[in-house]
């Protein structure tokens, strides 16, 4: 996150030299997002108030064809996380919906749709919402098979497993969620083991492992 801030910042100074809005708003946005993951959440809401007050009018078309996602959506995403993670869960269900309505009615963004949609989805398996969750995921399935787009990320999949958990289709879960993970990491992508085996390890001691909830 250290060189992240410090190209933000390098960003910030050389689009001081360009007279646009786009250029001179998307050091925000990633600044938003830097002080998210660090848990600095009055910082970020302010640098992403600050991007979508700068995008504010602006062409949505434009900022889908120049980045691979309208970065207009990425603020309101930021803003329901930080809602989600100081315990606002409501306020993070409007920003997260005001998300997927932004890259749903703004500009074709296949791939801005998967992620934000993949963002709802953690929200909600979170939340405890099985019913959000499980539109959320034939939302993300029927984008990706719409689009032809590969999703290398185990979030999602793991999603559906937790659901099956609630339906009582432990086993058939755990093992998905086992398979999820080897795939992932021959695929390179290391991202979200935590979430897999924290999923795991709610449905291990829910059926009496304890031994391997522990090891989970």
């Known amino acids: 996150l ?9 960003s910030r100074a050389l689009a001081g030299d360009v007279d646009d809005p786009v250029v001179g708003s998307h050091y925000h946005m990633v600044l938003g997002m830097e002080a998210m993951f660090r848990g600095e959440h009055e910082r970020s809401v302010r640098e992403n108030d600050t991007c979508l007050s700068a995008l ?3 062409d949505p078309h434009r900022l889908a064809n120049e ?3 309208d970065d207009y959506v990425y603020p309101l995403a930021w803003r329901g996380w930080s809602a989600w993670l100081t315990g606002r869960p409501d306020e993070a269900v409007g920003w997260m919906q005001a998300a997927r309505d932004r890259v749903t009615t703004g500009a ?13 989805l953690l929200i909600e398996v979170f939340r405890r919402d099985r019913q959000a969750a499980a539109v959320l995921i034939d939302e993300l399935l029927e984008c990706l098979d ?13 999603a559906e497993s937790w659901l099956w958990f609630q339906d009582g289709d432990v086993d058939a879960g755990i093992e998905r969620s086992r398979r ?8 390179g992508v290391g991202q979200a083991f ?9 449905a291990e001691l829910g059926r009496g492992r304890a031994t391997a909830g522990l090891a989970a």
């Open 56 to 58: 504010d009018g602006i």
């Open 2 to 10: 250290d060189p992240v801030r410090d190209l933000a910042e390098e």
């Open 180 to 187: 999820v993970m080897s795939d992932a990491a021959e695929n």
């Open 194 to 202: 935590w979430f897999v085996y924290a999923i795991v390890a709610v």
């Open 146 to 158: 719409r689009c032809g787009l590969a999703w290398p990320y185990p979030h999602f999949t793991v």
């Open 108 to 120: 074709p963004a296949p791939f801005g749709l998967a992620i934000i949609t993949n963002l709802s």
């Open 67 to 69: 980045f691979p996602i």
